[in-house]
């Protein structure tokens, strides 16, 4: 059987699965997901085994040490993907939920009610714990997932695939609800974004590249996530070390991710003040600086231990996911706004000021995911805004914006209950 | 200056428009819609009189009657387009809601709250009114719209366009809220589809083919609408006679729009009883059966007088807009949804039962953005739900299901408020 052939087969069966797994109830869902968690923790030998032979390959092919972390799993890290199983089974069911209810003119009873989207494709990179995340929410929300991993997770994402599956059979409930996407070539991807009929949608994680890829390639409907270029205002009516601890923080505290700040703009009236107290914290926290001349001349007159970089397009353009920072002065509130409105990718701004004037001229001026008023970029997580889990974060406007959990897996149905009404 | 230039310096003015729209207040708004209300009605003369060149040329290319009366404008019709507009106002402003909000233990403030889209391109056929009913949605949801009607209105569309934006100078708005696309062509179409970046959204409307060419063909994110295989299922526990009304009144009270039924299910135990009620009236109200073997012999033996065509798979694939009907008898509910698993378009279907359990059994059973129970499938109408508007009707997943109204014209923003607030 060729590969495309395989690739629908999977995908077809996901599709049939789907409308069993509509009618389950939120008990049966949640006693599946706890068995699932249970299946991890009984099968943790047998996980790490298989998962020791990806790592293998990988330090074989000469991998980057910060991936191979990424594709480690230890018994460990294997307990803590079984309890966020156990966290999902925790969260209400967003199956059924009435989004609007009310009763028309004529006595037509009208309900938008939430339900199932069908097929959920995930296609990600590395993590293998994506694959045991995605499964686990898209089981509580009714979809039967379809999971397409890294080639160098490819043992490890099947053996879990497997032990989930088996989860499922000893609940009675279809193993299809959870299936890998079979083989491991870019044609592989292919097939599966041109599923359309089959795959109701398709959500990407990992890399600028392939996220590219998916929305340009995919005849099935994507839902565009999570490259984040991530800009931190100080206003003129900053309060200079809050915003130099927001600075640091949106920056440094974990700069791989998304949600990282990757320029900072000032304020032309406070940025003498302001980069006076950044300038020597940054440099002390690893920060390289990319300035306008600005910048550049605050550092070499005040300065002189601090080396910056001269600023150019490919920065304020750059995601850098690295201890790299562009930094602007601007002359005024709107200009800011305009830097951003050109340069950002739309995930998440942040603003720090005391004036709710400015900060209500931020909101208007900037189109972006999330805005944090004297907060941290880092806070834009559906952990943190509390949503109990994350499928990943959408930088597109359409169904869903910002970080996505159980309800962004939904679509909804109006039912219109009549006793015989016709149109006159 | 080529044609796609002049698409993309268009797309590029409504981008820009699109930040100066998104502060504007509802009084600003509706105080714009009753200035385009008031200059359509001043302007009716003007208007008429270039629309009789657009119904001159369709009448000599010898463009079918049925299109030419949809083209025409009267002075009573744009009288009618200027009173929507007008309701358009009465409406509430969608911009400003707030989706959810809710403190976090960590003193977060958190605000998910509607934003304009920014550019919404509109695609569509043949009625003007579109032109001003898609413009005033645009507008009120504080989004600046593209406008790319048919060739054949052609020089219509320019004048409402144009008295549009009159009336927005007026006002003192920005003229570029509301935009022509330029050019006849289908390459016109083809750069509008590819302005990726410049244009949110692209909500074709028109026929099943051109909704499936600008769904295949745009790297913007569409919204695909409108095309309706919708089905009406009698069940063995329906009240006989409401089933026959409701069926006449799907298939035959308006057989040219999108939420006209175009198949018939029964169940077999009320089959014959339903038929023998239900072929002469049918015949009666012109419509041409194309049934399944019980339905052709259930006509054969009971009522010769009426035809019955057998019914292909063309047939349960057809949306005829046209006093068509496929009719076939299944043997319980469950063959009933898997027929409209199988066939519908995800638009609308229709139980007709007394049954509670049969009625939530088909609710489960089907996956189509609206349900009708014991109602005409005509109901799928976001006039008739009370949206007060209707942009189109969504038959995808993503973003908007079912009728689309104001709400559906937005995204949201997390709004994040803190104090200084940063990740531990």
Redesign the interface.
Known sequence: MDERQEVLDVAQRAKNT??ML??LTRADKDRALRAIAAGLRANTERIVTVNATDVDTAASNGTAAGIIDRLTLSGERLAEIADAVEQVAELPDPVGEVVRG?V?PNG?H?Q?TR?P??VVAMIYEARPNVTVDAAALCLKSGNAALLRGSSSAYATNTVLVDVMREALAREGLPQDAIQRVPGTSHESVTHLMNARGLV??IIPRGGAGLIRAVV?GS?V?V?ETGVGNVHVYVDAAA?LD?AL??LV?SKT?RYSVCNAAETVLVHADVAEAFLAKALPVLADKGVTLHGDPVVVKAAQTSHADVTVEPVTDEDWAAEYYSLDLAAGVVPDLESA?QHI?RWSSGHTEAIVSDSAAAIAQF???V??????????T???DGG???FGAEIGIST????A???MALPELT?????????????P
């Open positions: 789907a409308s509509r009618p009310y028309l037509l009208v938008q339900v989207m069908g109701d949608v340009e005849t409907p839902i309060d809050m601890a927001i923080n505290q706004c409105r909101l208007n001026g189109d972006s995911a999330a805005v944090m008023v004297n907060a941290s880092r806070f834009t943190e805004l509390g597109q406007k359409l169904h914006r910002g970080p679509t909804t149905t109006y039912v219109v209950t009549g006793s015989g009404h016709i149109r």
